[in-house]
């Protein structure tokens, strides 16, 4: 699994980016892809866990999403994850 955690600068020409990138995660959970993903309550960012075997598959599905390079959002970390309980 990998986790990838988004930061926002309070730009809200990001939620112009927002319902495309939904409509994408709710593809990818159908597809197994993403286990878990939102905004923290505090509106400062995001946490995304996905549920892929690689790093390549992990970094494909981030560059496929443009929502990533929006104006308001960065990448703040990408870390591979061993969860001991799921």
């Not at 593809?27 to 905004?39: C, I, W, Y």
């Not at 923290?40 to 599905?61: C, K, N, P, Q, R």
């Amino acid at each position: 699994m990998f986790l990838l955690e988004l930061s926002f600068d309070g730009n809200p020409e990001r939620l112009k980016h927002r319902p495309a990138h939904r409509e994408v995660l709710a593809g990818l959970k159908e597809r197994g892809l993403v286990a878990l993903a939102g905004p923290y309550a505090d509106e400062s960012g995001a946490l995304l866990i996905f549920d892929v075997a690689t790093e390549a598959e992990f970094e494909e599905l981030v560059a496929a999403d443009p929502y990533y390079r929006a104006p308001g959002v960065s990448i703040a970390a990408k870390r591979e994850w061993n969860p001991v309980i799921r």
